[in-house]
């Protein structure tokens, strides 16, 4: 079993920044990939991003490509996804996803890569 927390969220300007932390406890955290995903109202969750489990592999929506980045502090058993020149468009609520099976980076890319996820945490971008 692997429980997960994201926290960061919150209501920003477009053009801000803010950074999500996912924790994450019941395994060992340095043993399996991550990722990140998002859903607005209305629409499916779409993936975001993903980092393995060493940390030396991560890859991103073409959306969110040069503007987030997602990394991972084994020691504090905590993945990262820091956003930047936030757009309206990604208003949403957040999600982080373990992939605790060992899934290859194709399968991380949907939300049948992930074996548990968290809560999610509201990201708000106003113009």
């Known amino acids: 079993q692997v429980q997960l927390v994201e926290s960061g969220g919150g209501a920003v300007q477009a053009g801000g920044s803010l950074r999500l932390s996912c924790a994450a406890s019941?395994?060992?955290?340095?043993?399996?990939?991550m990722g990140w995903f998002r859903q607005a109202p209305g629409k499916e969750r779409e993936f975001v991003a993903a980092?393995?489990?060493?940390?030396?592999?991560?890859f991103y929506a073409d959306s969110v490509q040069g503007r987030f980045t997602i990394s991972r502090y084994n020691a504090k058993n905590t993945v990262y996804l820091q956003m930047d020149s936030l757009k309206p468009e990604d208003t949403a609520v957040y999600y982080c996803?373990?992939?605790?099976?060992?899934?290859?980076?194709?399968?991380?890319?949907?939300?049948?890569?992930?074996?548990?996820w968290g809560q999610g945490t509201q990201v708000t971008v106003s113009s």
């Open positions: 996803a373990a992939d605790v099976a060992g899934r290859g980076q194709a399968s991380r890319r949907g939300s049948r890569g992930y074996d548990y």
């Open positions: 019941g395994r060992t955290f340095g043993s399996y990939a």
């Open positions: 980092i393995g489990w060493s940390a030396g592999s991560t």
